[in-house]
């Protein structure tokens, strides 16, 4: 199994909305709802951020939203803020209790 | 509040092997599958295997890449999960973490434990 594919960086000005994307199959992110977005600062442990596609769990910024179409993944955060420069990762189910990161991607607040 | 505690960091020689612990506290241990996911320096997450730790359900479920190489086990009476990586090289040298959470989500992430391959 291969890793998810992601744009390895992404940037914005403050304020702005970015998008990022994370590809699969038909094996993983086209055949269940099952993904999850996660935010990396340096040093520090992952962070969910979005889960089951589109959920946000409590304390997470209604900034940060996902969605899904075919076999792409999408997390998009709105009203750029400088907090927001981290390193994001998704996830998806694979089957058979299995999980698979996508590549990263790196954003970077202008 | 849930709490993923590990062991501490790690230097092992290539060939060898180690086994990295990560203790629950705050949930019901059998609640959530407990997963491990490592990063080598400056790379990206990887997902390496899971178990639900309840005895009757037992087994493991691994990356196709760490088949045969890691074993994840989970003792209830500790509320403690391990995870052994065997025949270590210099591409194992890694943080490892323990990853828990509802569904397929990993809410709950234990600190990290750096273990480090070096002759």
């Known amino acids: 199994q291969s890793a998810l594919t992601q744009p390895a960086s992404v940037s914005g000005s403050p304020g702005q909305s970015i998008t990022i994307s994370c590809t699969g199959t038909?094996?993983?992110?086209?055949?269940?709802?099952?993904v999850s977005w996660y935010q990396q600062h340096p040093g520090k442990a992952p962070k969910v951020m979005i889960y089951?596609?589109?959920k946000r769990p409590s304390g997470v910024s209604n900034r940060f939203s996902g969605s899904k179409s075919g076999h792409s993944a999408f997390l998009t955060i709105s009203g750029l803020q400088a907090e927001d420069e981290a390193d994001y990762y998704c996830?998806?189910?694979?089957?058979?209790?299995?999980?698979?990161f996508g590549t990263g991607t790196k954003v970077t607040v202008l | 509040q849930v709490q993923l505690v590990q062991s501490g960091a790690e230097v092992k020689k290539p060939g060898s092997s180690v086994k990295v612990s990560c203790k629950a506290s705050?949930?019901?241990?059998?609640?959530?599958?407990i997963n491990w996911v490592r990063q080598a320096p400056g790379q990206g997450l990887e997902w390496m295997g899971g178990?639900?730790?309840?005895?009757?359900?037992?087994?493991?479920n691994y990356a196709q890449r760490f088949q045969g190489r890691v074993t994840i086990t989970a003792d209830e009476s500790t509320t403690t999960a391990y995870m052994e990586l065997s025949s270590l090289t210099s591409d194992d040298t890694a943080v490892y973490y323990c990853?828990?959470?509802?569904?397929?989500?990993?809410?709950?992430w234990g600190q990290g434990t750096l273990v480090t391959v070096s002759s």
């Open positions: 990853a828990s959470g509802p569904g397929a989500a990993f809410v709950y």
């Open positions: 705050g949930v019901t241990f059998s609640s959530y599958s």
């Open positions: 178990i639900i730790p309840i005895s009757i359900f037992g087994t493991a």
């Open positions: 038909s094996s993983d992110v086209g055949s269940y709802s099952l």
């Open positions: 089951e596609v589109s």
């Open positions: 996830c998806s189910y694979a089957g058979s209790s299995t999980r698979l």
